[in-house]
């Protein structure tokens, strides 16, 4: 069976600071690994994802993941936090493309000014 | 392309009431999804359609919970004799399995409330 563990449920940050978002996953087959970003009220929308290739992913809003298999992470970092930014961020699993996600319980996002 | 559209966006029902709810999926999408998400939790799957075919649900969805999708186009997720334990945010997602990027998408939500 397939599972995620987000380390920390509330992780805070000043304005221009470096965020990292930890996510462990655990899989027996090779992983299809997402970070989704929820804002108030909103549904779910898609950063990044690593199926397979170049394990260091790029998506929207400046963010980057790095898979690394040896450590079973894939954690989420962008270099300057935004205000903007401030959101509930999940990391998801699948064994496949297209197939169902498997989610960590989240971790809430705040930015200082 | 509108995007995945749940309806009603919020409802509010007395507990042993049925309530349904309706996601209209991206059109030339085969997958549909319904997950819940109750407060600071992250989504939990509970089935997924595969055009017509339900081909997997999970425990979670008990027997007052039944999803359909009639024509593999919208589905509808009923829950029948509502608890308060119900109470969460209803997500429906849809993918195109087999090609492209496999990507989920989600609608917004349906949030049901149930006094």
């Known amino acids: 069976a397939q599972s995620v563990t987000q380390l920390g449920s509330h992780v805070s940050v000043s304005e221009g600071a470096l965020v990292l978002l930890r996510c462990n996953y655990s899989s027996s087959v090779p992983p299809y690994l997402f970070w989704y970003v929820q804002y108030p009220n909103q549904g779910l929308q898609l950063l990044l994802k690593y199926t397979t290739g170049a394990t260091l992913v790029k998506g929207i809003n400046g963010f980057e993941a790095e898979f690394k298999k040896s450590e079973t992470s894939f954690h989420l970092t962008k270099p300057s936090a935004h205000m903007s930014d401030a959101a509930e961020y999940f990391c998801?699993?699948?064994?496949?493309?297209?197939?169902?996600?498997?989610f960590g319980q989240g971790t809430e996002l705040s930015v200082k000014p | 392309d509108t995007g995945v559209s749940q309806d009603p966006r919020h409802k509010i029902t007395k507990r042993g009431q049925n309530v349904t709810f309706r996601c209209d999926p991206i059109?030339?999408?085969?997958?549909l999804y319904w997950y819940r998400q109750t407060l600071g939790q992250g989504p939990e799957f509970l089935t997924y359609?595969?055009?017509?075919?339900?081909l997997e649900k999970s425990r979670l969805l008990s027997d007052r919970f039944s999803a359909e999708r009639p024509k593999g186009s919208f589905s509808t997720l009923e829950i029948q004799r509502t608890e308060q334990g119900d109470s969460a945010m209803y997500l429906c997602a849809s993918s195109f399995w087999g090609q492209g990027t496999g990507e989920l998408f989600f609608g917004e939500g349906s949030r049901l409330t149930v006094l």
């Open positions: 059109s030339e999408h085969n997958r």
């Open positions: 998801a699993v699948s064994d496949n493309q297209g197939g169902k996600l498997i």
């Open positions: 359609f595969q055009n017509e075919a339900q």
